[in-house]
């Protein structure tokens, strides 16, 4: 069945380098997800990736997919205070088009730390 | 921008109450979604639409019915609140694009039924 896996807690030190990981199942997503989660506030679309590629980088964010294995990662570069949010990864197993649901992962919670 | 707005950040109700949580979004979407956000669980999709007047059921759809009568609103409804019904509410909407089914979310609706 369709399901998204994710850890529930980071822990980084400002500056450094955080990476989320997650694992999905369904191998016909065509699009990939990552959202973040400020305390008190609805989900932002933070990057996305589509399944021919396995890197995208935009700014301090990099996500590698690797189809094979079916796992997804995002690496905030400089981790800063604000980047302390929950971070969740979604599939589109369906693929694009029409009104197909997201399959969200649980969220990894992202404390930074001085 | 993308503006999906919820009636209420914050709701206190009493149980057996019915419940009316309302959403709007300005973009003219085609898609629209309800989801229960609860702390390590992540989000669970209540009922989605598609279209006017149309529904689908969710992953959780019992003890809840959804309406749609305008493309722009989308209302859920609990019909007769339950303690185990207090959670975070998340509405999102989304369109058939290139880049599959990106869901723009709402800030979230925090119920608690006593």
């Known amino acids: 069945g369709e399901d998204v896996e994710q850890s529930l807690f980071l822990s980084v030190r400002e500056g450094d380098s955080s990476v989320i990981n997650c694992t999905y199942t369904d191998s016909s997503s065509t699009y990939l997800y990552w959202y973040k989660q400020e305390p008190g506030a609805g989900l932002q679309l933070l990057t996305y990736i589509f399944s021919n590629m396995d890197m995208k980088q935009d700014q301090r964010l990099t996500v590698l997919l690797n189809k094979k294995d079916k796992h997804l990662s995002l690496r905030i570069a400089d981790t800063q205070t604000g980047d302390s949010a929950i971070y969740f990864c979604?599939?589109?197993?369906?693929?694009?088009?029409?009104?197909?649901?997201?399959?969200f992962g649980a969220g990894t919670r992202l404390a930074v730390h001085p | 921008d993308v503006k999906v707005t919820q009636s209420s950040r914050y709701l206190v109700k009493r149980t057996g109450e019915k419940v009316f949580l309302e959403c709007v979004q300005d973009?003219?979407?085609?898609?629209m979604f309800w989801y229960r956000q609860d702390p390590g669980l992540g989000l669970r999709l209540i009922y989605f639409s598609y279209d006017v007047k149309m529904k689908e059921k969710g992953d959780i759809p019992e003890g809840y019915s959804v309406s749609r009568e305008k493309k722009e609103r989308f209302s859920l409804i609990l019909e007769s609140a339950s303690t185990n019904q207090t959670s975070m509410y998340l509405c999102a909407s989304s369109y058939t694009g290139t880049s599959g089914n990106i869901q723009y979310f709402g800030a979230g609706t925090r119920l608690s039924v006593l």
């Open positions: 979604a599939e589109n197993p369906d693929g694009a088009g029409g009104y197909n649901k997201l399959i």
């Open positions: 973009m003219d979407h085609e898609n």
